[in-house]
């Protein structure tokens, strides 16, 4: 494994934990389909001469739900990570359209957009108001 993929994984797993102990409701679903989404990218296979459909399907899913969550929820964290989202997707539809492209400016900007992505949410469960609690 890369440092760049343990980082980002370390990030993701600390940012999915803070919000489901001090996320919203939106916060936690899109912990959810974040990691439903790695663990799809995960299954599909990465020869680096082909697109990843498979990490490409499951981003396309993440952008939709956090479309939807940015139109609905009110919440300006969502309207960044959509926006991160769909760089993630243009920079799948780089490499799928021009595979001369360097593997490395790929998987560089594919994890780039991935932080910034995570960090929307982190963002968003940080400066989310407490509850009171009764």
Request: proline share 3%; hydrophobic share 60%; charged share 10%.
């Amino acid at each position: 494994m890369s440092p760049i993929y343990l980082f980002t994984l370390c990030l993701f797993l600390l940012t999915a934990a803070l919000a489901f102990w001090r996320g919203g409701l939106w916060e936690k679903a899109a912990a959810v389909v974040l990691g439903l989404a790695w663990a799809v990218t995960e299954l599909g296979s990465f020869d680096y001469r082909n697109a990843p459909w498979a990490a490409i399907a499951a981003d396309s899913a993440v952008f939709l739900f956090l479309l939807y969550a940015a139109l609905q929820s009110g919440r300006r964290w969502t309207q960044a990570a959509a926006g991160f989202q769909f760089l993630v997707l243009a920079t799948h539809y780089v490499f799928a359209t021009n595979r001369a492209l360097e593997q490395w400016a790929y998987v560089t900007a594919y994890y780039v957009w991935n932080i910034a992505l995570i960090a929307s949410l982190l963002g968003g469960v940080l400066w989310r108001p407490r509850q009171p609690t009764l």
